[in-house]
């Protein structure tokens, strides 16, 4: 069986537009064979906490190896980016506090 890789997407997008589906477009022409979860994408703006709080409640669920993006972030679009790896996945977003521990994101996330 050929490995299938594991994105989560978390947002605070809302699905009001096709912003959601431009990402996940993106995603699968770049790895077509990819299976893709929605976290959430109707959170509150900009909620970097509530970010967190969710993809930490999702990813303990969620395989070996998976790749979270996570895209709480007023100046979304921007290339400042934040990546982690830890033991058990990897995990990309907006170089906020969601992300670089400011608020207790990734550098967290590594131990959940």
Known sequence: MAFKPMITLLTDFDLGDSYVAEMKAVILLICPEAN???????????????????????????????THVAIVDPGVGREACNNVE?????????DNSAND????GWIKMKHV
């Not at 909620?47 to 969620?62: H, T």
């Not at 521990?101 to 207790?104: F, V």
């Open 36 to 66: 893709l979860i929605g976290t959430s994408h109707d959170m509150r703006k900009y909620n970097a906490r509530m970010g967190v709080y969710l993809l930490a409640r999702a990813s303990k669920y969620l395989p070996n190896g998976t």
């Open 86 to 94: 830890s033991e058990k996945a990897f995990y990309v977003g907006s």
């Open 101 to 104: 521990g400011g608020e207790g």
